[in-house]
């Protein structure tokens, strides 16, 4: 079979897979038995044991070798002219093709498993701006606690030490003791490495991300330590096949305050707090306002450190970067696509109301 034949069946494939992938999404309990928690955990747990001992990100050499490879593909469209067009396009396909296929087998499927709301027996996502308050306004209280705990005063920010190794491991054994009371949370052959393009991802405005390809957990080692602290415990729930951006939002804070370190525990409530207050902000200003009054100066300063380390990295390239994978989450049935994030709100507080 010639080469040219060859990537046209695989281009033509990619038909299929697209048209497969959508069918399944349609059947939740059939991708939860037979892949997220079938297929999956092996094929991850594979993943995460023959690449987690490496000192560097197998994923992100993989990415950076198609980065070489699509330059040097646009250099020799441009070199012959654009000749050849149709020779391009099927080559493109199978590429794209095999891409696709790689992804949802490797993790991609995830996006169509049953939500965790029914695995925690979470019935109902919404809440009354009271519910919201009353949860917000104690949650206010633990985090000055933790604040005053860590940094010994009202004034003074928290501030992490460790060191990215030692962080690391905190997050594992973070993981260890929120098994306890979630065994589906369970988290073995750790793969959690710092990103080769760490300061990419702060100009482009993310702080980590799952390589579905080699299954390593990468983080973003650029930002502050409180914020790295929450970040890999979101990226470990992606890892424990868990792709909505809500859904491992809300792991990672079940990770931070499930630990014995305060430092997490501060790192988890505070961003859990952080997204409380936006959901204030937009219901009731004046309520906003009476939350942030209530807080301690030194946890204003940890949530103004945080604000202010992303703010130094705006481009006018960030927004394109986000609108991109805005759609790609959308494209993978997350509706609200990259506000995703803050929607862990509902589950916050209903998850409360479960367990009361």
């Avoid at 939002?249 to 952080?274: H, P, R, W």
């Amino acid at each position: 079979m010639n080469n040219s034949l060859y990537a046209r069946y695989w281009t033509y494939f990619l038909l299929l897979q697209i048209a497969t992938v959508q069918l399944l999404s349609l059947f939740p309990n059939f991708v939860e038995r037979y892949y997220a928690t079938g297929i999956y955990p092996r094929l991850s747990g594979f993943m995460r044991f023959v690449f987690g001992g490496l000192p560097f990100s197998i994923g992100d050499v993989f990415y950076g070798s198609l980065m070489v490879l699509f330059l040097r593909f646009v250099y020799i469209v441009f070199r012959n002219r654009g000749l050849e067009l149709k020779r391009y396009f099927w080559a493109v396909g199978k590429t794209l093709s095999i891409l696709h296929l790689a992804f949802y087998l490797s993790w991609g499927m995830n996006y169509f498993r049953i939500p965790l709301a029914s695995q925690m027996g979470i019935k109902s996502q919404t809440f009354t701006l009271t519910q919201l308050l009353s949860f917000t306004e104690g949650l206010v209280l633990e985090v000055n606690s933790l604040q005053v705990q860590l940094a010994k005063n009202k004034q003074t920010a928290a501030s992490m030490t460790y060191s990215q190794k030692d962080l690391y491991n905190l997050a594992i054994k973070s993981y260890q003791r929120t098994s306890d009371s979630y065994p589906f949370l369970a988290y073995k052959n750790p793969s959690i490495k710092n990103s080769l393009f760490s300061k990419p991802l702060t100009y482009m405005g993310f702080a980590g991300y799952l390589n579905p390809f080699s299954g390593e957990a990468q983080v973003n080692d650029n930002t502050p330590l409180l914020g790295t602290a929450f970040t890999t415990c979101h990226e470990m729930a992606h890892q424990l096949g868990y792709a909505p951006e809500k859904e491992a939002n809300f792991i990672g804070y079940l990770a931070c305050i499930s630990s014995d370190n305060l430092y997490f525990q501060y790192a988890g409530k505070l961003k859990a707090l952080k997204y409380l207050l936006s959901e204030i902000a937009k219901r009731n200003g004046t309520s906003y306002t009476k939350m942030c009054n209530q807080l301690h100066l030194g946890v204003l300063k940890n949530l103004y450190e945080a604000s202010h380390f992303w703010k130094q990295y705006q481009n006018p390239l960030e927004p394109f970067f986000k609108k991109g994978y805005h759609t790609y989450l959308k494209a993978n049935r997350q509706n609200k696509g990259i506000q995703g994030y803050n929607y862990m709100v509902g589950l916050l507080l209903n998850h409360k109301r479960a367990i009361d």
